[in-house]
């Protein structure tokens, strides 16, 4: 037997003033499109805003449904329409944000498993990394240089 150890290095902000101004004002989109989530049974709210490669800004939000495997995730929203519309331009920053509607979300809500796989492979496929900032209402901010800190065993298109 070998055992092996995986470590990640995550970078944590005490607040958004922190962040340089990119990725400050990236994060403040989060949070308006975040504001805007259709999210009647859950009442957690997601933003997502990407920044592509050519400057473009892509915003998603969560979007449920009362079955609830229909719905789908802020990340994803914004990945799936910014691979749609922009194929082949590398997402160079992403910056999540969460929030509550039952209390005050103050923890760093990093993206749920689905969305790290689809993150995944965007970034796998672009063959760069994708700085990924996320916070919940307010408070710290974690970043993350690459997916592979949050997911560091990732399945993709080799194992196929």
Known sequence: MKEIEITSTLQIYDSIEELSEEARELMLQSFKIRDKAYAPYSEFLVGAALLLENGEVILGNNQENACYPSGLCAERTAMYYAGANFPGVPVVRMALSAKSLKYQLLT??????????????????????????????TGKVVKSDSLANLLPLIFDKSYL
């Open 108 to 137: 760093p809500t990093p993206p749920c498993g689905s969305c790290r796989q689809a993150i995944a492979e965007y970034e796998s496929n672009q063959k760069k990394p994708i700085e990924i900032f996320f916070m919940g209402e």
